[in-house]
């Protein structure tokens, strides 16, 4: 071969060889890498504010016992002397986004009463509290009544204090 030849070669196997290397390093290295740290200010506050009786039947009021805990997150209550099967108390109260950030509402808790307990506690319209997104200073009126079962024909001597609390996250707004 000639010096010409061998020199186009070389020229050919070098620009090749740098072309081969510059899209391997495009394919391997094209990715934009970012570091950087979103903060986010804000309250989340979910609270009970104004705890009142609805309508009653069959119960003494003045020895009814509700309140709003301290720190408005829990509701306590006690509604003694039911006189008879089906006696009982509704009870509403606003549950109210008092932070900055959206709150989603996903249950509310009952504790303090046996499954089989004759005192039944039903929170109206339950299954539209779930997923409910509330606002900063939004509000949710819920009902919950108190009552002494219709199928328990026997005298209560049992406690009806218990207590209701809200279960929520933080709720995502799509970008």
Same mark, same amino acid.
């Given at each position: %071969?000639?010096?010409?030849?061998?020199?186009?070669?070389? @020229?050919?196997?070098?620009? *090749?060889?740098?072309? @081969?290397?510059?899209?391997?390093?495009? /394919?391997?290295?094209?990715?934009?890498?970012?570091?950087?740290?979103?903060? *986010?200010?804000?309250?989340?506050?979910?609270?009970? /504010?104004?705890?009142? @009786?609805?309508?009653?039947?069959?119960?003494? +009021?003045?020895?009814?016992?509700?309140?709003? *805990?301290?720190?408005?997150?829990? +509701?306590?209550?006690?509604?003694?002397?039911?006189?008879?099967?089906?006696?009982?108390?509704?009870?509403?109260?606003?549950?109210?986004?008092?932070?900055?950030?959206?709150?989603?509402?996903?249950?509310?808790?009952?504790?303090?009463?046996?499954?089989?307990? %004759?005192?039944?506690?039903?929170?109206?319209? /339950?299954?539209?509290?779930?997923?409910?997104?509330?606002?900063?200073?939004?509000?949710?009126?819920?009902?919950?009544?108190?009552?002494?079962?219709?199928?328990?024909?026997?005298?209560?001597?049992?406690?009806?204090?218990?207590?209701?609390?809200?279960?929520?996250?933080?709720?995502?707004?799509?970008?």
């Amino acid at each position: %071969m000639s010096k010409k030849t061998n020199k186009i070669i070389l @020229i050919f196997t070098l620009l *090749s060889i740098f072309f @081969i290397l510059n899209i391997s390093y495009g /394919k391997n290295f094209n990715v934009l890498a970012t570091s950087d740290t979103v903060t *986010s200010y804000g309250d989340f506050n979910i609270e009970f /504010k104004n705890l009142t @009786i609805v309508k009653s039947a069959g119960v003494n +009021l003045s020895n009814v016992q509700n309140k709003i *805990s301290s720190n408005s997150t829990d +509701l306590s209550v006690n509604v003694p002397d039911l006189a008879y099967p089906g006696a009982g108390v509704e009870f509403s109260v606003d549950i109210t986004n008092r932070g900055t950030i959206s709150a989603k509402l996903e249950s509310i808790n009952i504790t303090g009463l046996n499954d089989d307990s %004759m005192i039944k506690v039903n929170v109206l319209d /339950k299954e539209n509290i779930a997923n409910t997104v509330l606002e900063p200073e939004d509000v949710y009126n819920l009902h919950f009544t108190v009552e002494w079962d219709k199928n328990y024909n026997t005298v209560i001597n049992e406690e009806s204090n218990f207590k209701i609390s809200i279960n929520y996250v933080q709720a995502f707004q799509k970008a």
